[in-house]
């Protein structure tokens, strides 16, 4: 017989703590000094110490605090976590978004943890290991930042809005996406390119920037972000009806959806390899 879940608050609490000494663990490992460990999908998609043993610290408290929960992570996918238990709960980790930055010391990488109950997001934490700054949601519980509930941009004007974007790590998929990008800069105030996807959603649900997309993201880069920016209020979607995926997330406050998607539309953005 099922169990009910716990309530998303109650996930919430879980995925910050856990959230919170997964990042001081990563914090200190870059500290120590961090290399590449190994490759995955291109040269340049690479892996850390830090990002397996973050994510095995993850794991293993989930595993305590959760045992009866399946867990999705970039780096052991499924694990041996098995099935979502009784309560139908799986966790999505993404130990370290922005694992270039985290490499080359830049301060922009953040541990993605978010709690899905029968297959919907309902809880999710990013935080950005190198300034602590922590964005949190509930499905219908608002998003904030630090305890400050966000909002998102109120910019109506596409030409006035600042859009943040990243690239996949295959040199075709890039070509593609700078072609898509060469054509929406002139129709933009400006394009920011931070390296953590998790992270850009979190801006644009702040309004620190206006709106985000990009082809190609994972569920890890997703689950927690998109949940703070849906409930910051944004619309977040893929082209044409399609919910965010990997061929496209769009993640725009109302007034800026229809005039970005219609631009990415015309560019093809979730076309190409
Ligand atoms: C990557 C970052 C990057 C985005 C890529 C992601 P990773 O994740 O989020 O900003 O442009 O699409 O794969 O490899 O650093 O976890
Ligand atoms: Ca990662």
């Known amino acids: 017989m099922s169990r009910s879940a716990p309530s998303s608050e109650e996930l919430l609490r879980i995925a910050v703590e856990v959230a919170r000494e997964a990042a001081a663990t990563?914090?200190?490992?870059?500290?120590?000094?961090?290399?590449?460990?190994?490759?995955?999908?291109?040269?340049?998609?690479?892996?850390?110490?830090?990002?397996?043993?973050?994510?095995?610290?993850?794991?293993?408290?989930?595993?305590?605090?959760?045992?009866?929960?399946?867990?999705?992570?970039?780096?052991?996918?499924?694990?041996?976590?098995?099935?979502?238990?009784?309560?139908?709960?799986?966790?999505?980790?993404?130990?370290?978004?922005?694992?270039?930055?985290?490499?080359?010391?830049l301060p922009?990488?953040?541990?993605?943890?978010?709690?899905?109950?029968?297959?919907?997001?309902?809880?999710?934490?990013?935080?950005?290991?190198?300034?602590?700054?922590?964005?949190?949601?509930?499905?219908?519980?608002?998003?904030?930042?630090?305890?400050v509930r966000l909002r998102g941009s109120t910019e109506i004007d596409l030409g006035q809005a600042l859009v943040a974007t990243g690239f996949g790590y295959a040199a075709q998929r890039r070509a593609h996406q700078a072609r898509v990008l060469g054509g929406l800069i002139e129709h933009v105030r400006d394009i920011r390119r931070f390296g953590a996807a998790a992270i850009d959603l979190c801006l644009a649900a702040e309004g620190r920037v206006d709106a985000y997309y990009e082809k190609g993201l994972a569920a890890w880069d997703l689950a927690a972000g998109g949940l703070v920016a849906t409930e910051a209020g944004l619309r977040v979607a893929g082209l044409g009806g399609r919910a965010a995926g990997p061929d496209l997330v769009l993640a725009a406050p109302p007034a800026l959806f229809g005039p970005l998607h219609e631009r990415l539309a015309d560019l093809d953005a979730s076309g190409g390899p």
């Open 26 to 105: 990563a914090y200190r490992m870059r500290a120590e000094g961090v290399s590449v460990a190994a490759t995955k999908s291109t040269a340049t998609d690479v892996v850390t110490a830090a990002d397996r043993a973050v994510e095995r610290q993850v794991l293993d408290a989930l595993r305590r605090l959760r045992p009866d929960d399946a867990v999705l992570g970039e780096e052991y996918g499924e694990g041996d976590a098995g099935p979502a238990g009784a309560d139908g709960v799986r966790w999505i980790v993404d130990p370290i978004d922005g694992t270039v930055n985290y490499l080359y010391g």
């Open 108 to 147: 922009n990488s953040a541990v993605s943890l978010a709690a899905e109950v029968a297959g919907t997001v309902v809880a999710g934490v990013v935080r950005n290991i190198t300034t602590g700054e922590e964005w949190t949601a509930t499905r219908g519980g608002g998003a904030h930042r630090d305890g």
